[in-house]
């Protein structure tokens, strides 16, 4: 499944709804602020019901200091979706360091940041809307934003 970014799509959506935080100065991770940048499949086979963030700082160019994999439905919808059983359903419903990208020695910072995001179930929502509508045939997508 090939995951591209949100904001090539909805740029202005993407950079408002955006979810950040600032690292203040003294703290083992550098200080500034963090994007947490969304990335969905674009496989229109595929309906993974899942996102990928890349935490991106405000100084770090193309480095991403975690990548992040979350998807938001029950295991019973992964195990049907996932089919022959190689995969631990249990790891595609929570967020988790994605095994197929390289991550800071602060992944895990991020990592918790992000869990405490997802508790809040507005961001999830939100998260499974730009999903849907980044599913959306390309015909529909209109302008980018």
């Known amino acids: 499944m090939a995951m591209t970014a949100f904001f090539t799509r909805f740029k202005d959506l993407a950079f408002k709804e955006m979810r950040a935080c600032t690292v203040a100065p ?3 991770i550098p200080a500034g602020e ?8 674009d496989d229109v086979r595929c309906d993974c019901r899942r996102v990928m963030i890349k935490v991106i700082g405000q100084h770090s160019g193309e480095k991403a200091w975690a990548t992040i994999s979350y998807g938001w439905e029950k295991p019973e919808f992964y195990r049907e979706w996932a089919g022959s059983g190689l995969m631990d359903v249990n790891e595609l419903c929570r ?15 991020f990592l918790s940041l992000f869990e405490e995001m997802v508790k809040d179930k507005t961001y999830v929502d939100r998260l499974k809307h730009q999903y849907a509508m ?12």
């Open 26 to 28: 003294g703290r083992e």
């Open 34 to 41: 963090y994007g947490f940048l969304e990335f969905y499949c």
């Open 95 to 109: 967020p988790m360091l994605d095994p197929l990208n390289p991550q800071s020695p602060h992944a895990g910072f």
């Open 134 to 145: 980044f599913r959306k045939p390309a015909k529909r997508w209109g302008k980018f934003s």
